[in-house]
């Protein structure tokens, strides 16, 4: 079976500063994978995919990720947080079947 | 509704009481799955349907536990003599089409927050 581990637990940023979350699994065949959001209060939603194809995934709000296959690795970046990127971010792998597997979750902190 | 709905929202149950927890998936999703969300980790996988047959119950962490989804639609999550340690959110989410590396993307309702006193 598959897992995820994300680096960090808790991370705390000023507005505007970049964000990095790493993400690792342990799986050596073909993965989707995924990053989902949980703002305060709200339930998770799709932030990024991928599937195949470029490794560089563009998402919403700004978000984007790499996938390196020889790393295991699919971290997160933006460039600029905002305040409304406060949230809970969970990396998520499917491999070669329908369930997915998430990390143990990162939380962001932005300060104004 | 336009997403995954789960009802209710909180659940507060005594140790020993049984419960059901609800998910109306989006409409016309075939795959539904429930997870179970221990505080401060990610989603676990507990069961997945593929329309009203359950083709995963691996995750599922005792026979207390049981589901099904007798029309293909609305699903339902049975916890027997709860116990504290099945204190967790759970998670359902639904997907259009069915499980497989070619997996649409899974859609999540906002979570039933279950309490075992």
């Known amino acids: 079976a598959q897992s995820v581990s994300q680096h960090n637990h808790h991370v705390i940023l000023s507005e505007a500063a970049s964000l990095e979350l790493g993400c690792n699994y342990s799986?050596?065949?073909?993965?989707?994978l995924f990053w989902y959001v949980q703002y305060p209060g709200q339930h998770l939603q799709l932030l990024l995919k991928?599937?195949?194809?470029?490794?560089l995934v563009k998402g919403i709000k700004g978000f984007e990720a790499e996938f390196i296959k020889s790393k295991f690795s699919f971290n997160l970046r933006k460039p600029s947080v905002q305040w409304s990127d406060t949230a809970e971010y969970f990396c998520?792998?499917?491999?070669?079947?329908?369930?997915?597997?998430f990390g143990a979750g990162t939380t962001v902190t932005v300060r104004a | 509704g336009a997403g995954v709905s789960q009802s209710p929202r909180y659940k507060v149950a005594k140790r020993g009481q049984d419960v059901a927890l609800r998910c109306d998936p989006i409409s016309g999703h075939v795959s539904l799955f429930w997870y179970q969300q221990a505080l401060g980790q990610g989603p676990e996988f507990l069961t997945y349907f593929q329309n009203e047959a359950q083709l995963d119950k691996s995750g599922l962490p005792s026979d207390r536990f049981f589901a099904e989804r007798p029309e293909g639609s609305v699903s339902t999550l049975k916890i027997q003599r709860t116990q504290q340690e099945d204190s967790a959110v759970y998670l359902c989410a639904s997907s259009l089409t069915r499980g497989g590396l070619t997996l649409n993307e899974q859609f999540f309702g906002p979570g039933t927050r279950l309490t075992v006193l």
């Open positions: 991928y599937f195949s194809g470029d490794p």
């Open positions: 799986y050596g065949g073909t993965v989707n």
């Open positions: 998520a792998v499917n491999a070669e079947d329908y369930k997915l597997s």
